[in-house]
């Protein structure tokens, strides 16, 4: 099992990206999948989720302006970040878990996203 995300960057504050993570040797559509973040000297964070059901949930910094989508035929996750702000500054990770528990056991090795103002 492997995530690799990819599409972070600078940007200036008020600017978008969109982060991709492409799953191998297991089918999203089988798990909950994750967009976590951590800045330096912060706990790492959730930041979107998505069921198998295609429900999304978000935290309450993010919600109106990220949009977190998974492709099955392409078996990826997506996370589409408009107005972005400085605070959203942070190593941003997929992952995965199964469905009956809370534990995410996949991680991919994280992009960068920087925002300057």
């Given at each position: 099992?492997q995530?690799v995300?990819?599409g972070?960057?600078?940007?200036?504050?008020?600017?978008s990206l969109?982060l991709?993570?492409a799953a191998?040797?297991y089918t999203?559509s089988n798990?909950?999948?994750?967009?976590?973040?951590?800045?330096?000297?912060?706990?790492?964070e959730?930041?979107?989720s998505?069921?198998?059901?295609?429900?999304p949930?978000?935290?309450g910094?993010?919600?109106?302006?990220?949009?977190?989508?998974?492709?099955y035929?392409?078996?990826a996750?997506?996370?589409?970040m408009n107005?972005?702000?400085?605070?959203?500054?942070?190593m941003?990770?997929?992952?995965?878990?199964?469905?009956?528990?809370?534990?995410?056991?996949?991680w991919?090795q994280?992009?960068?996203?920087?925002?300057s103002?």
């Amino acid at each position: 099992v492997q995530l690799v995300e990819s599409g972070g960057g600078s940007v200036q504050a008020g600017g978008s990206l969109r982060l991709s993570c492409a799953a191998s040797g297991y089918t999203v559509s089988n798990y909950y999948m994750g967009w976590f973040r951590q800045a330096p000297g912060k706990e790492r964070e959730g930041v979107a989720s998505i069921g198998a059901a295609g429900s999304p949930t978000y935290t309450g910094s993010v919600k109106g302006r990220f949009t977190i989508s998974r492709d099955y035929s392409k078996n990826a996750l997506y996370l589409q970040m408009n107005s972005l702000k400085p605070e959203d500054t942070a190593m941003y990770y997929c992952a995965a878990r199964y469905p009956w528990s809370d534990e995410y056991v996949y991680w991919g090795q994280g992009t960068q996203v920087t925002v300057s103002s």
